[in-house]
C-alpha cells in the first residue's frame, strides 16, 4: 500500500484554533488538505481560518508553475516577486513565524527561479521592502500607528520596481532589499 495523498481532502481538526490542534490544522494545509476549523470562539476560527489562507508563498508558485509556458515563449518576460526584508533576516520584536517563514520561502524559490532561468528570456527578480506606511499591519491585527519610524512611503517601492523592470535586458537586478535606515 502506498502514501495517502491528503491533496483536496477534507479534514476536520477540532479544537483546531489553538495549541496542537492548530499546528495539526497548520500542517495539514501544508500537505493540501482541506481544513475544517473547529474551536468554541468564531473570532478564533476566523483568525486561524485567515492565518490558514495567507498564500504568501504558495500563491506565486502556483501563478509562476501556470504562466511560465507562457513566459519563456515570449520574446522577454519579467517576474518580481514581491517577499518583505522578513524574508532576509527576522526583525528585532517581530516574531511572527509563519510569516517571515513564508517569506524566507519566497526568497529561496526567487533565487533557484533567477538560477534556472539565468540564460534563459526570462528575467526573475527579488524584491525585499522593509515596512510601508499602508493598512496592512492594522489589518493583521498589529496596533501600529500610521507612520512608525521605521516605515516609509510606498511610492519607493513603486519607484524602486519600476527601477528594476526598466532595466537593459542583458541587466538583471536580481534582489533590491528596500528600508528605512535612518529610522526617522
Given at each position: 500500500?502506498?502514501?495517502?495523498?491528503?491533496?483536496?481532502?477534507?479534514?476536520?481538526?477540532?479544537?483546531?484554533?489553538d495549541?496542537?490542534?492548530?499546528?495539526?490544522?497548520?500542517?495539514l494545509a501544508?500537505?493540501?488538505?482541506?481544513?475544517?476549523?473547529?474551536?468554541?470562539?468564531?473570532?478564533?476560527?476566523?483568525?486561524?481560518?485567515?492565518?490558514?489562507?495567507?498564500?504568501?508563498?504558495?500563491?506565486?508558485?502556483?501563478?509562476?508553475?501556470?504562466?511560465l509556458?507562457i513566459?519563456?515563449?515570449?520574446?522577454?518576460?519579467?517576474?518580481?516577486?514581491?517577499?518583505?526584508?522578513?524574508?532576509?533576516?527576522i526583525?528585532?520584536g517581530?516574531?511572527?513565524?509563519?510569516?517571515?517563514?513564508?517569506k524566507?520561502?519566497?526568497?529561496?524559490?526567487?533565487?533557484?527561479?533567477?538560477?534556472?532561468?539565468?540564460?534563459?528570456?526570462?528575467?526573475?527578480?527579488?524584491?525585499?521592502?522593509?515596512?510601508?506606511?499602508?493598512n496592512?499591519?492594522?489589518?493583521?491585527?498589529n496596533?501600529?500607528?500610521?507612520?512608525?519610524?521605521?516605515?516609509?512611503?510606498?511610492?519607493?517601492?513603486?519607484?524602486?520596481?519600476?527601477f528594476?523592470?526598466?532595466r537593459?535586458?542583458?541587466?538583471?537586478?536580481k534582489?533590491?532589499?528596500l528600508?528605512?535606515?535612518?529610522?526617522?
Open positions: 500500500m502506498g502514501n495517502i495523498n491528503l491533496n483536496d481532502k477534507m479534514v476536520l481538526v477540532t479544537g483546531s484554533t495549541g496542537l490542534g492548530k499546528q495539526i490544522a497548520k500542517e501544508k500537505q493540501g488538505a482541506n481544513i475544517i476549523v473547529h474551536g468554541r470562539s468564531n473570532e478564533k476560527v476566523t483568525s486561524v481560518i485567515i492565518e490558514l489562507t495567507k498564500i504568501n508563498l504558495l500563491a506565486p508558485m502556483l501563478i509562476t508553475r501556470t504562466l509556458p513566459l519563456l515563449n515570449s520574446e522577454f518576460a519579467q517576474i518580481v516577486n514581491i517577499a518583505s526584508i522578513a524574508g532576509v533576516e526583525p528585532s517581530y516574531f511572527h513565524t509563519i510569516y517571515s517563514g513564508t524566507f520561502g519566497l526568497q529561496g524559490f526567487t533565487e533557484a527561479l533567477a538560477k534556472e532561468f539565468e540564460d534563459k528570456n526570462l528575467r526573475i527578480i527579488g524584491y525585499y521592502p522593509g515596512g510601508m506606511e499602508t496592512l499591519f492594522t489589518k493583521a491585527g496596533e501600529y500607528e500610521k507612520h512608525e519610524l521605521w516605515m516609509f512611503d510606498p511610492q519607493e517601492s513603486v519607484e524602486a520596481i519600476v528594476m523592470l526598466t537593459d535586458k542583458k541587466i538583471n537586478v534582489r533590491m532589499d528600508i528605512n535606515h535612518l529610522q526617522a
